[in-house]
């Protein structure tokens, strides 16, 4: 192996090992991975992307999670499952989801050459997320994105929710647990341990109406499964009290 195909496989080391411990790693512990010295580590940083990687105040070296670092293949029907999904998201959906269209444009891109007419088709249905039909709402983006850092961090959220039924704002620490669309309602919902009661709770994302993200750690229990949880669900409205038969008159 050359000098530099060497020097381009430790980079790409880095980057997985950046993304396998967002909580960063020193100089030394990168070091001591690759097996190599610190000094040789120090020459590699400037030739990582300055965009996603950086030194905190503590000097460990982290990952921006929000940086384009991620690497997928797909087969051509794997592909099409992805542009079905979001075309799904796009017909069910009332809310702008700039990730969304962001996410195909790029699927259309890498397949222009081994598939144009789908590419073609692909960055047509990137457009419909952003048409001005869309409702443009800035809050609930946010709100996603954040719950989105505090879920993938697994790093509780303060969460101020706005309750439907009393009409008052809430505020409550969030252990995101998962993340469901909801179809019928045009809605997307969190679900996960709410602080207080500390019970599980299912919330609208689109009535948050802020998050901030806090360093407090916390672990979703390894019995937790989200199709048990959603099972005897009316939509995605659920509950902990046993199942009851009701009679409905139409």
Same mark, same amino acid.
């Not at 997985?16 to 590699?44: C, F, K, W």
């Not at 940083?45 to 950086?54: N, V």
């Not at 048409?131 to 443009?136: I, M, T």
């Not at 309602?185 to 341990?193: H, K």
């Given at each position: ?7 381009? &496989? ?7 090992? +950046? ?20 000094? &040789? ?24 999670? @929000? ?8 087969? +051509?029907?794997? /592909?099409?499952?992805?542009? +079905? ?22 699927? @259309? ?19 419909? +997320? ?13 709100? *996603? ?20 039924? &009393? ?5 409550? *620490? ?12 045009? #809605? ?7 602080? !207080? !009661? ?15 993200? #806090?360093?407090? /750690? ?7 499964? !989200? ?19 009701? &009679?409905?008159?139409?």
């Amino acid at each position: 192996m050359s000098r530099a195909d060497n020097k381009s &496989t430790r980079l790409i080391q880095i980057q997985e090992m +950046l993304m396998a411990h967002p909580e960063g790693l020193t100089e030394a512990d990168i070091a001591r991975r690759l097996q190599v010295n610190r000094s &040789t580590v120090n020459r590699y940083l400037p030739d990582l992307p300055s965009h996603a990687i950086y030194i905190d105040e503590n000097h460990r070296w982290r990952i921006d999670p @929000g940086s384009d670092l991620v690497t997928v293949h797909l087969t +051509l029907h794997e /592909a099409l499952a992805v542009h +079905l999904a979001a075309r799904l998201l796009a017909t069910r959906m009332d809310r702008h989801n700039p990730h969304a269209a962001s996410a195909l444009r790029k699927l @259309g891109t890498a397949m222009e050459k081994w598939a144009p007419l789908i590419s073609r088709h692909i960055q047509q249905s990137a457009d419909v +997320l952003d048409e001005p039909a869309q409702r443009h709402d800035p809050t609930f983006i946010q709100s *996603l994105e954040r719950l989105t850092q505090a879920w993938a961090a697994q790093h509780k959220a303060r969460v101020w929710h706005h309750s439907e039924r &009393t009409g008052r704002v809430s505020e409550t *620490l969030f252990s995101p647990y998962f993340i469901e669309p909801y179809a019928i309602g045009m #809605t997307t919902m969190l679900i996960g341990l709410c602080e !207080p !009661p500390g019970e599980l709770r299912t919330y609208k994302i689109e009535r948050i109406q802020r998050v901030e993200l #806090t360093q407090e /750690a916390y672990t979703i229990p390894p019995d937790f499964d !989200p199709r048990e949880q959603l099972a005897n669900a009316w939509g995605i409205w659920y509950t902990q009290d046993e199942p009851v038969e009701v &009679t409905l008159r139409f």
